[in-house]
């Protein structure tokens, strides 16, 4: 599947999930099965925003965005993570409230039936999905996903809640859950909102996507080639890479530009899709080569040279003065 009917899916049981939740709430009158009902509208919302900037994101460049249009899946994330946000605080804010008036619960067995279905499908839907995201580098899908898994955080902790009541029948631990699970759906909102911000900055490359860049410039480095100015970002599921390649100039444009063609099919092997910009530029290797082994033999010299060997000058000892000086 691809990602914008992963997208559409989200859709649906979001829809299908809303009705249940609801018909949940109105029977047991419970301010936790509001608050997943709410986060599962607030699902909806994400979902349907991230399908819209997923679709401009797949759009093909144009004159005006001659790069594309993959950072659009960066603000369905953003926007996402502010649903959450607000859901978060709507939670919270329903559960203090209900603390202070609190009230009797009813038919709880039903609510909890009802919002145990809605939970086993949503949690189903956000592992595919979270699994999808990855394969696709989708930050959009990725964003869908763990809503998803936040609204499954918020039914668990709901119904233990409603669990607590019938065992108990201290109906202040409805709220109390419902603000624990308001905390916590907090925390992986700003994590949604932090990833948004490091894609549309221009953030560099996951550790193990630079060591993979770095192990196939070293299979081509070699006395005569070198690679300098490595910079890597990520730009919704695009990855790019740039640096400098240095090589012989006593080489033909033909031969350089045959070697760079070689690089960048070994870097897509190694990694996927990604975009590499490659500087050539040409060096005098003898030059280069004498002007190393004199830096090599400076440096060894003043190595060997104790401080103290006759000769040497003295870091104590003022400098002596040029002729004609005073």
Do not use: C
């Not at 401009?56 to 926007?79: C, N, T, V």
């Not at 203090?96 to 949503?122: C, H, K, W």
């Amino acid at each position: 599947m691809q990602v914008q009917q992963y997208l559409k899916l989200s859709v649906l049981v979001a829809v299908l999930t809303i009705a249940l939740k609801t018909a949940a709430w109105w029977w047991t009158g419970s301010v936790g099965l509001l608050s997943d009902a709410l986060e599962s509208g607030v699902n909806l919302a994400g979902a349907l925003f991230g399908l819209a900037m997923v679709t401009i994101a797949r759009r093909p460049p144009d004159e005006d965005h001659p790069f594309g249009h993959h950072k659009a899946e960066y603000f369905s994330s953003a926007f996402e993570g502010a649903l959450i946000l607000v859901a978060a605080l709507g939670i919270g804010w329903a559960a203090i409230e209900r603390l202070r008036t609190p009230q009797p619960l009813e038919a709880l067995g039903v609510g909890m039936v009802l919002s145990l279905v809605s939970t086993a499908i949503n949690g189903a839907l956000a592992w595919k999905m979270l699994r999808a995201a990855r394969e696709h580098r989708s930050i959009a899908l990725e964003a869908d996903a763990r809503h998803l898994f936040t609204d499954v955080w918020t039914s668990v902790g709901v119904v233990a809640g409603l669990v607590g009541v019938l065992l108990t029948g201290w109906t202040w631990l409805d709220p109390v859950l419902a603000i624990l699970v308001a905390l916590n759906i907090l925390r992986e909102a700003m994590h949604l909102m932090w990833r948004s911000t490091a894609g549309l900055m221009d953030m560099a490359l996951e550790p193990e996507d630079q060591q993979a860049i770095s192990a196939v410039l070293k299979g081509f480095a070699s006395p005569e080639l070198r690679f300098d100015h490595v910079a890597t970002r990520v730009a919704g599921q695009r990855r790019y890479v740039d640096f400098h390649l240095h090589v012989p100039a006593r080489w033909t444009l033909g031969e350089a530009a045959k070697l760079r063609g070689e690089v960048e099919q070994a870097l897509m092997r190694a990694l996927p899709g990604i975009r590499a910009s490659i500087q050539l530029l040409p060096v005098n290797v003898e030059t280069r080569f004498a002007e190393q082994a004199a830096q090599e033999a400076q440096a060894q010299a003043q190595e060997d040279t104790p401080e103290d060997a006759p000769g040497a000058p003295s870091p104590h000892t003022p400098p002596t003065p040029k002729e004609g000086q005073a």
